[in-house]
Nanobody, 125 residues
Framework: QVQLQESGGGSVQAGGSLRLSCLASGYTHDGQYCLGWFRQVPGKERQPVASIHSDGKTTYADSVQGRFTISHDSAENTLYLQMNTLKPADTAMYYC??????????????????YGRGTQVTVSS
């Protein structure tokens, strides 16, 4: 059973940084995994923002490329999202997600078969 629990959201001014964490369990299959983050604002579709495969490959949405960094600590079973140079447009609920390794990319529209309860990120101008 996949379990994902996010933490680290909050309010920050534009230009600031936040680091999200996600304690994950049950997400590996035959030694492989795909984890990531998507965000969502009310009334809009979810937007995958970053993914990481067990082979080390990462993908990012164009809107966060160069500002966000996804990483995974296998020993701690924890996924991270370091968010720098935050913008008001980054304001959203952020969800930690697990996906089939076959579809491990932010370009997969349905990214996030399993996800946690989310953590709110608010960026003020």
């Amino acid at each position: 059973q996949v379990q994902l629990q996010e933490s680290g959201g909050g309010s920050v001014q534009a230009g600031g940084s936040l680091r999200l964490s996600c304690l994950a369990s049950g997400y590996t299959h035959d030694g492989q995994y795909c984890l990531g983050w998507f965000r969502q604002v009310p009334g809009k579709e979810r937007q995958p923002v970053a993914s990481i495969h067990s082979d080390g490959k990462t993908t990012y949405a164009d809107s966060v490329q160069g500002r966000f960094t996804i990483s995974h600590d296998s020993a701690e079973n924890t996924l991270y999202l370091q968010m720098n140079t935050l913008k008001p447009a980054d304001t959203a609920m952020y969800y930690c997600a697990a996906e089939s390794p076959t579809y491990c990319s932010v370009t997969y529209p349905q990214f996030g078969t399993y996800y946690g309860r989310g953590t709110q990120v608010t960026v003020s101008s």
